[in-house]
């Protein structure tokens, strides 16, 4: 098989990797590449895109411009939110946009818990390949799978993209948790009702609740809020710590795409009233509109609600 993979960062340079392992033929492009978008993607079977949030639409608007085989799959391993509304205003997931960018072709969806750097030194991991088109997903099955990184399908595509962008608000609650030593008990309450809000509004969108409790919902949560190699769990623990928001980026290395995503889940959430008490924390945290302690008795005085 032909893989191009876009991107370059953390994620992207650990697919290309497995893609490697397994014998394929591999081009990366950058931005800082020697090679332009059309060398990369000439003839290739899959295109998978590894770049934050930000960069997607000017990839795909570069890409759009070139000449694709029909047959090319689409991956999508982003986990992020576009702030653009769709008519039914809920924003944008970057599988949508590579799908309306390229309608004629099968778009699928890699998320799961994948700390790209324990992938890098070899360790195990799982993860999910969710598309409309099933067919496409067991094709990606076959070219990623390794005995090192077990792949399953899924047909529920929005729950799995929502649960690998939404679990890094509730990240950066726990990192904050942490942050202050607030114990085994607040963090695990913290995750057990951050996956509460994620089904919330997941189900309001449209996915299933039951992929919630999946590898790409709660297995991400669980490594992404458990680790301190997930960049989202680094900025709410350096915020506890009193860090500015700016000096916690400035020493991050990589992106924590949880940051955005927090702002645009908010405005949905505050225009379709869906109750999100622990993001409305995250949100007010980063625009420095609480303290983290203050943070923590908000959502410990709530009023007293059954747990379902
Ligand atoms: N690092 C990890 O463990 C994992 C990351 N992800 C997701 O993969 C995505 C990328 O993450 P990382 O590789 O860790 O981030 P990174 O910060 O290391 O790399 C981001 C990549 O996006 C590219 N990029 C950003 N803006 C761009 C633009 N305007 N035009 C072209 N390229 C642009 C950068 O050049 C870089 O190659 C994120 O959405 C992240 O949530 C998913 C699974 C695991
Ligand atoms: O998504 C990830 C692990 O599955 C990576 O998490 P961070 O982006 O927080 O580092």
């Known amino acids: 098989m032909k893989v191009a993979v876009i991107g370059a960062g953390a994620w992207g340079s650990t697919l290309v990797g497995l893609a490697k392992e397994n014998g394929h033929s591999v081009k990366v492009w950058s931005r800082q590449s020697p090679h332009s978008l059309e060398q990369v993607i ?13 960069g997607v639409r000017s990839v795909i608007s570069q890409l759009k411009s070139l000449s694709l085989s029909p ?20 924003p944008r997931l970057p599988s949508q ?8 072709h099968a778009v699928a969806i890699l998320s799961g818990p994948n700390l790209s750097k324990e992938i890098q030194h070899g360790l195990p991991a799982a993860s999910v390949i969710a598309s409309k088109n099933l067919e496409a997903a067991k094709q990606v099955q076959v070219v990623l799978s390794s005995s090192r990184f077990r792949i399953y399908t899924n047909s529920d595509p929005l729950g799995v993209e929502l649960g690998g962008a939404l679990k890094n608000v509730i990240a950066i609650a726990v990192g904050a948790c942490d942050g202050l030593q607030l114990g085994t008990n607040a963090k695990a309450a913290l995750v057990t009702r951050g996956l509460a809000e994620m089904i919330r509004i997941g189900t309001y969108w449209g996915a299933k609740a039951e992929t919630f409790y ?26 506890a710590q009193g860090k500015t928001l700016e000096e916690v ?39 420095r509109e609480v303290t983290p302690q203050a943070a923590v008795a908000a959502l410990m005085l709530r009023d007293s609600k059954p747990e379902v």
């Open 42 to 54: 000439d003839g290739a079977n899959l295109v998978v895109s590894a770049i934050s949030m930000k």
């Open 214 to 239: 999946g590898l790409s919902g709660l297995g991400d949560l669980l490594a992404t809020c458990n680790s301190a190699l997930s960049r989202n769990y680094q900025v709410g623990y350096g915020l």
């Open 71 to 90: 047959d090319t799959i689409f991956i999508t391993a982003t986990k992020g939110l576009d702030p653009s509304g769709t008519e039914l205003n809920l």
């Open 249 to 287: 980026l400035s020493q991050l290395e990589g992106t924590a795409e949880g940051v955005n995503t927090t702002h645009v889940l908010i405005r949905l959430a505050d225009q379709q009233n869906i109750s999100v008490p622990i993001s409305f924390q995250v949100h007010q945290l980063l625009q």
């Open 97 to 104: 946009l590579w799908q309306s960018a390229f309608p004629t």
